[in-house]
């Protein structure tokens, strides 16, 4: 990471929060995907279904989903990342002011 941060001008902590941000938004991807995939599948009679595993059942896919992201994912954070990281050191090679959180 030491050359990264050379290169794009961040600290080891803002290099880091980037990472967080990145599983955060992958974590946010992959909720909604699990959430569709959870969607077909019928209540289970013995669990009586209604209302109760509705909310269970989303809570399940977003706990779930958060762990895949945080877990290496999909390959989404990855990519993510090393986009952040593109531009913000075109920003420092470039004298370009780069708007929002990591200027």
């Known amino acids: 990471m030491n050359s990264i941060n050379a290169a794009t001008g961040l600290s080891s902590a803002q290099t880091l929060r980037m990472r967080q941000q990145a ?17 077909g599948i019928k209540p289970d009679k013995n669990f009586g279904g209604g209302f109760g595993e509705e909310t269970w059942r989303g809570m399940q896919a977003e706990q779930f989903a958060n762990s895949m992201a945080q877990n290496g994912g999909i390959g989404i954070a990855d990519q993510i990342l090393s986009q952040m990281l593109s531009v913000q050191e075109a920003s420092q090679t470039n004298n ?3 708007n929002g959180a990591y200027r």
């Open 96 to 98: 370009i002011p780069v």
């Open 23 to 39: 599983e955060e938004f992958e974590g946010v991807f992959l909720t909604m995907l699990t959430k569709e995939m959870f969607a």
